[in-house]
């Protein structure tokens, strides 16, 4: 018997049990019962299959990491990394409470942004510990990424866990410069996807025009999916030079690929498309100057059709389910029209006297919410502000933007201290039942009035025996966005306080740890932020060393 023959009689005697398949007679000695003969046998096999095995061929070595020519980290942030890294936080107390250690995996993208804006590079041996994070993580992936530097991206091509890395950067290939058309074109030409998408980026910011016409040598041959991802980098410097290209891709086979056109065009307030719409929104909406008990009105008269003209031009026909087709073509043609026409269509109105006009029947929501996306799309304070309306107003009964998911958008628009000063006084009209959206368009850190509002309004929910689990979402913003400085003034608040009658059972206990965990995160981040921007000697360091 062979010895492959006697490895599958082996197998089979093994699957289908001694009793019912008596091993082969060559394996049997005498005295010996059939299960242990049958593995002793297996175990000689397998050692002589083992021992037989021809060495396999040495493989190529790998090319040897890129530099990274970043400044190395200092030993206590290297260290704060591995334990964000590892998250070693204090365990959670029972039932169901947070505790009142800081939670680490939180204050990682933070930490991040920080090193990243310092310059420092990642240490190598916490690369695998970084790109595992980041899998796990779409948020954490830029920073993390930025992070690793070309040196994590050439890591990443020996571990199929993290080919994640190597779609959207270059797959830590170097880019050649801008003056090196030849090797521009070779990569463009020869490149994976990944390595083309970032040299057209790299390209884009140096400059737009060599990397439009970049993209037009190979537009026709790419892909539906190529084609799109690839105008989707022309948000990056979008200028009137970009409409030629974007006019003709109005014609793309590909539906995706013109509404990505006829979304950047309509953000081109002097483009050929822009106009187009305006005059088609221009018979929609018009103004009833007949003096009544409100006097002028605004009229609207949505589309009938969506004629060939329109679809071009990004216009869908098929509205979603629930949605009128005569209001969502009306929609759309408001959206993508630009907003300085309607201060002469209007009577020479302001955004706010415009917003704040009568309109006839029913069409108010429709209108006001075409010119939120409007004015989000086109980047306009002015309109934005007009659509907010004043922080004190309940949302229900004021013009504008009706939703806590439209007046984030317009937030998003106008300058950061705006922003937050906005949300301070929403929040202390409102209290935070509403405000975490809005919240989460502010910058980091939150400013003092907003910190104080949102700590103050924090505190009454406290003191009024309020459901602590209510405001846990606020709380978790609280810990990553208030500014570090405020953790003493904090401190009084870690008490334990007296429950007002009627309160949730327990809830002054759920508070104090609150506030602990709240102030233990702040002091957290204070010592992060120093030890990625002080030297040895103290001084502050700065991005520029």
Known sequence: MTRTTLWEELVTSA???????????????????????????????????????????????????????????????????????????????????????????????????????????????????????????????????????????????????????????????????AQDTEAVRQLWEQGLFAERVALLAAVRARDANAARALLATTWSTERAEDRLMFLDSLRAGLSDLDE???????????????????????????????????????TCVSLDRTEGPTGPTVVVEAPHECDADMQRDGVSPTPPSGRGERSWWLGQLVEATPLSVWSDRLGGRTPGEIVTLPVLDGWTDELHAAWCRAAVRQ????????????????PASGPGASSLAERAKLLATLPAAERAAWVAEFIAAHGLSEAFQLLGVCAVPWSEPLGRAVVDALDIARDGGSYPWSFSGVMGLAERCLNPAEASRLEILTATPDEPEGASPGAGGYWSEAFQRLVSTLRLRAAMLSELTATADGRVLTADG
């Open 379 to 394: 980047r306009d304070p002015r309109w934005a502000r007009a659509l907010l309306a004043p922080p004190a107003a309940s």
């Open 15 to 177: 699957l289908l049990g001694t009793d019912r398949r008596t091993p082969p007679a060559d394996v049997m000695a005498p005295g010996r019962d059939a299960p242990g003969a049958l593995l002793d046998a297996a175990a000689l096999h397998t050692l002589r299959r083992r021992a037989g095995l021809l060495p396999a061929r040495a493989a190529a070595r790998p090319e040897p990491a890129p530099r990274d020519d970043r400044r190395e980290l200092p030993e206590p942030a290297r260290r704060r990394l591995a334990q964000l890294l590892a998250d070693r936080s204090a365990p959670a107390g029972t039932g169901g409470r947070r505790g009142t250690a800081p939670d680490l995996t939180e204050l990682l993208p933070q930490w991040l942004t920080t090193a990243n804006d310092q310059g420092y590079r990642a240490p190598a041996a916490a690369l695998p510990a970084l790109l595992d994070a980041a899998r796990g993580r779409n948020d954490l992936r830029p920073h993390a990424l930025a992070f690793a530097g070309p040196r994590g991206l050439w890591l990443a091509r020996f571990n199929p866990d993290w080919k994640f890395a190597l779609r959207g950067a270059s797959g830590g290939a170097v880019l050649p410069g």
């Open 244 to 282: 030629p290209f974007l006019e003709d891709s109005l014609s793309d086979r590909s539906r995706n690929v013109r509404a990505t056109a006829a979304e950047l065009l309509s953000a081109l307030p002097n483009s050929a498309l822009a106009a187009r719409m305006a005059a088609r929104a221009a």
